[in-house]
């Protein structure tokens, strides 16, 4: 077991990767708390557990108050924090002109199908409000710096010699993506470089994982053709499961990569960004 007797919270673990990453890590021994936007859905990730063992928690990760009433509760629950995993992420806010952009995608593609000159363009950033500008970059960004703070100052306490593994995108390196989330996961690649140099001196490891296109339910929300040229893009052909990626994490966050800070583990079934 890679992480026996570690405690660990993942945030955005009711659906997707981050559920994958919560039961791969208490598969690997840790005692886990999932946190979640749905508080229903994130105590739900444990229906199976050993009741007591695993926890669920309520929390916006948006809301610094609200990060730091949750970690207060882990600490007491668990005495301690070893492993934080930053993985909530959303991929549109509101009136952030995701529709306009995805129309204006397929409409160029038809044109260019009927072999017109196109003239629509997918277009985002024209129609975008400030409201949902600030959302993406308020959950993606921000939410890791708040529950990284609360962690490292848990840690700091004890003198834990912890992992905080962050969750960006390929889309920080390749730009493929709405614009406000490609310029959160590149922002969270600074903040994860930036945070395991200031926190080396105190043995605390800073990683962050770039997941290529994977299967959830965040990617329902993207339109079937797009889906399909995105898998035909990918030298392996498909989209990861959440489970690749959290054995990616899981890794990260263990003593296995003792000597692993400041980087990004990419896993994306091949495709090449410089
Ligand atoms: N699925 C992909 O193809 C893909 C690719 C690259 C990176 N990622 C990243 O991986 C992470 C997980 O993605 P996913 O596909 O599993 O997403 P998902 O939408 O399936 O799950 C995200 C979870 O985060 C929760 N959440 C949303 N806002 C929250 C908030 N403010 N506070 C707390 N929880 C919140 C949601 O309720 C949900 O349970 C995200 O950071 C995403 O950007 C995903």
């Given at each position: 077991m890679l992480l026996k007797d570690k405690r660990a919270v993942v945030t955005?673990?009711?659906?997707g990767i981050g559920r994958a990453i919560a039961q791969r890590l208490a598969a690997e021994g840790a005692r886990v708390a999932a946190l979640d936007i749905d508080e229903v859905a994130a105590k739900a990730?444990?229906?199976?557990?050993?009741?007591?063992?695993h926890l669920g928690f309520a929390c916006d990760i948006a809301n610094s108050k609200s990060v730091d009433a949750v970690f207060a509760k882990i600490g007491e629950a668990f005495g301690g924090v070893d492993v934080l995993v930053n993985n909530a992420g959303i991929g549109r806010g509101p009136d952030d002109g995701s529709d306009e952009m995805y129309a204006g995608i397929a409409e160029r593609s038809a044109q260019i199908a009927r072999g017109e000159i196109p003239t629509a363009h997918p277009d985002q950033m024209i129609h975008m409000s400030d409201e949902g500008w600030a959302r993406v970059l308020a959950v993606n960004l921000n939410g890791q710096f708040y529950c990284a703070r609360a962690a490292v100052r848990l840690m700091a306490a004890q003198n834990i010699a912890g992992s905080i593994v962050n969750i960006a995108s390929t889309s920080a390196a390749?730009?493929?993506?709405?614009l406000h989330y490609v310029t959160s996961k590149a922002a969270v690649v600074g903040f994860t470089r930036g945070l395991a140099r200031e926190l080396s001196s105190r043995r605390i490891r800073v990683n962050a994982v770039h997941p290529g296109p994977?299967?959830?339910?965040?990617?329902?929300?993207?339109?079937d053709d797009m889906i399909k040229a995105m898998e035909a893009a990918v030298p392996l052909g498909r989209m990861a499961q959440p489970e690749e990626v959290a054995a990616a994490v899981a890794f990260l966050a263990s003593e296995q990569a003792s000597y692993a800070t400041g980087s990004v583990l990419t896993v994306n079934g091949g495709s090449y960004y410089v």
């Open positions: 955005g673990a009711a659906q990730v444990w229906a199976d557990s050993e009741p007591g063992r390749s730009g493929e993506g709405p994977t299967n959830t339910p965040i990617m329902s929300n993207l339109p």
